[in-house]
T-cell receptor, first 115, second 116 residues
Framework: AQKVTQAQTEISVVEKEDVTLDCVYE???????LFWYKQPPSGELVFLIR??????QNEISGRYSWNFQKSTSSFNFTITASQVVDSAVYFC????????????FGSGTQLTVLP | GAVVSQHPSRVICKSGTSVKIECRSL??????MFWYRQFPKQSLMLMAT?????????EQGVEKDKFLINHASLTLSTLTVTSAHPEDSSFYIC????????????FGAGTRLSVL
């Protein structure tokens, strides 16, 4: 069985603050992929990043960065200098080699960036 | 980038009617598509896997006769909510893995169904 846990249900920050969204996963497979998706109020899920289990390099894309640590089964997402447009629900998700490409989602973190 | 189109974006219907939702992959072929349901302030719940040329695979607890899935071609899957009732009101969203990077799934914009 596989599981994704996002312990933070809601986070509020003031614009320009940095914020980290936590994600902890469980899987018995050695080959798996981790994802982050953004769901703005419009509802559409926007793909942000994919990371495979063999690549622990951290990644930075503009104001976004991701910290993948297999030792703690975590794949945390940091937004630096947050903006109001970052307000959304963010989902962490997992596909493992035995899951027939089915995504297992975390419960999501509602991020509110206040002006 | 890869795009998945979902229509309609919003449906309001009377109880007892059937509603069809379309999910299209616009610039890639998808032999598999996924249908999710999302209640307010909750995560996405996988309903079924749509397979081109074969029957859909439903998750436990999802009624096959209630939620009919047809994967008519390599770019189109449809979800029909039959004899809809108010408890079927929800946000339905589809996804498709791309051919180039098959473990990246792109999502449609979702359909908000309200059954009166």
């Amino acid at each position: 069985a596989q599981k994704v846990t996002q312990a933070q249900t809601e986070i509020s920050v003031v614009e320009k603050e940095d914020v980290t969204l936590d994600c902890v996963y469980e899987t018995r497979d050695t080959t798996y992929y981790l994802f982050w998706y953004k769901q703005p109020p419009s509802g559409e899920l926007v793909f942000l990043i994919r990371r495979n289990s063999f690549d622990e390099q951290n990644e930075i894309s503009g104001r976004y960065s991701w910290n993948f640590q297999k030792s703690t089964s975590s794949f945390n997402f940091t937004i630096t200098a947050s903006q109001v447009v970052d307000s959304a629900v963010y989902f962490c998700a997992l596909i493992s080699s035995g899951s027939a490409r089915q995504l297992t989602f975390g419960s999501g973190t509602q991020l509110t960036v206040l002006p | 980038g890869a795009v998945v189109s979902q229509h309609p974006s919003r449906v309001i219907c009377k109880s007892g009617t059937s509603v069809k939702i379309e999910c299209r992959s616009l610039d890639f072929q998808a032999t598999t598509m996924f249908w999710y349901r999302q209640f307010p302030k909750q995560s996405l719940m996988l309903m079924a896997t749509s397979n081109e040329g074969s029957k859909a695979t439903y998750e436990q607890g999802v009624e096959k006769d209630k939620f009919l899935i047809n994967h008519a071609s390599l770019t189109l899957s449809t979800l029909t909510v039959t004899s809809a009732h108010p408890e079927d009101s929800s946000f339905y969203i589809c996804s498709a893995p791309t051919g180039l990077a098959k473990n990246i799934q792109y999502f449609g914009a979702g359909t908000r169904l309200s059954v009166l």
